[in-house]
């Protein structure tokens, strides 16, 4: 999967469409329910779905449905749901937070710890408290991971994720 992942980041040079960039950040989002293990208590039943959220306007259009259509991750069904508020934003297990509203997001992330895995594409995401940034660099998507921040709320990142991330060091970064 993270091959997949990496091979559709690998031909965004060749796509200029903004739609097209959005594509290839949808699979990162399914490849991180391979690649994150969140706790039994991250949902109300077995059976219960894994929610993949969206808060703001969504950039993926259907893609993003189609993507995680009939896909199931421990015999949870993946769902996608989007979210106008921060106040719906419930039971959800991957975030992506599609805002440069810094006061938004901090809003969000301030609300303490929980089983959420935090995604944006915002460039202060990371100083924020975010989880991964995904960012454009020579015409490739990249991951910019903060694994204090994922070890907060009970997530455990994947090596495999990991090697392939630019890491976040929250203590670099205070002044």
Request: net charge neutral.
């Amino acid at each position: 999967m993270l091959c997949v992942c990496l091979l559709l980041a690998g031909s965004l040079h060749a796509q200029s469409n903004a739609a097209r960039e959005y594509k290839v950040k949808a699979v990162f989002l399914f490849n991180f329910t391979q690649f994150v293990e969140w706790p039994a208590s991250a949902f109300n039943s077995p059976t219960s779905p894994f929610v993949i959220g969206i808060l703001g306007d969504d950039p993926f259009g259907n893609f993003i449905d189609e993507t995680v259509s009939g896909e199931k991750i421990g015999g949870h069904q993946l769902i996608v749901q989007r979210y106008h508020e921060l106040k719906d934003v419930k039971n959800c297990h991957i975030l992506f937070i599609n805002s440069n509203d810094p006061d938004r997001i901090k809003e969000f992330i301030a609300t303490g710890p929980r089983t959420i895995l935090t995604v944006s594409d915002a460039d202060n995401f990371m100083k924020m408290g975010g989880m991964i940034r995904l960012f454009t660099e020579s015409s490739k998507i990249r991951l910019q991971i903060n694994p204090e921040a994922a070890k907060t709320a009970d997530l455990s990142i994947s090596s495999k994720l990991l090697r392939v991330a630019d890491i976040f060091d929250p203590k670099s970064q205070q002044k």
